[in-house]
């Protein structure tokens, strides 16, 4: 059984341009949320997917949208990027919404 | 709104003694607290959550209601203690959680 695993680990890109960040949920696991965790600050919910479909939302703009896959992976795709958006992207995958979430090690993203 | 306070930041004990980490809550329905523990250089990882009473690597914590709190409990801190603690609050709706701000905890030889 292989863990939540998240790629790249660390990325650097210019205010304007667009990323995409990648998840791999825990194997058997059908549900992915995705969290944004500043420099010291708790992490703060994105949004969610279960079952290929957006489960429910975070306040957080359009430009932060997603994806989740056939075989459960997800993407987390940011646009028009921010200075602000620079932080800790972290991903948690389930059984279904009611099971412990198990997190990955988290996307550092720098916004320069 | 869902919203989990941790009033202390940085929190320094010696081993040894007790450590007691603070979350209190705001929700209007019935939610599920958890504990969230960082290691250093380790992935977030789940202690305990308070449906499952049970006691982790001798810690616990019980939901108090009436004043809508959730602290976290352990009578004798070791040094492997020391690490990064979020309180998070589920709600009845998905699986959403809401975390706190976190507490540093530090447990000195």
């Known amino acids: 059984e292989t863990g939540v695993t998240q790629s790249p680990t660390h990325l650097i890109k210019t205010r304007g341009q667009q990323v995409t960040l990648r998840c791999s949920s825990q194997s058997g696991h059908n549900t992915v949320s995705w969290y944004q965790q500043a420099l010291g600050q708790g992490p703060q919910f994105i949004f969610q997917y279960y079952r290929e479909e957006e489960n429910g939302r975070g306040n957080f703009p359009p430009r932060f949208s997603g994806l989740q896959f056939p075989n459960y992976s997800s993407e987390l795709n940011v646009n028009a990027l921010e200075l602000d958006d620079s932080a800790l992207y972290l991903c948690?995958?389930?059984?279904?919404?009611?099971?412990?979430?198990?997190f990955g090690q988290g996307t550092r993203l720098t916004v320069v | 709104a869902q919203r989990v306070t941790q009033p202390e930041k940085l929190l320094s004990v010696f081993k040894g003694a007790p450590v007691e980490l603070k979350c209190n809550y705001s929700y209007s329905g019935s939610p599920e607290l958890f504990w969230y523990v960082q290691y250093s250089r380790q992935r977030l990882q789940l202690l305990l959550r308070?449906?499952s009473r049970e006691s982790i690597k001798g810690f616990t914590a019980d939901l108090n209601k009436g004043e809508t709190s959730f602290h976290l409990k352990k009578p004798f801190a070791q040094e492997e203690d020391s690490a990064m603690y979020y309180c998070a609050l589920k709600g009845t709706s998905y699986g959403k959680l809401t975390f706190g701000q976190g507490t540093i905890l530090t447990v000195h030889p």
């Open positions: 948690a995958s389930s059984l279904g919404t009611a099971t412990e979430a198990f």
């Open positions: 308070h449906i």
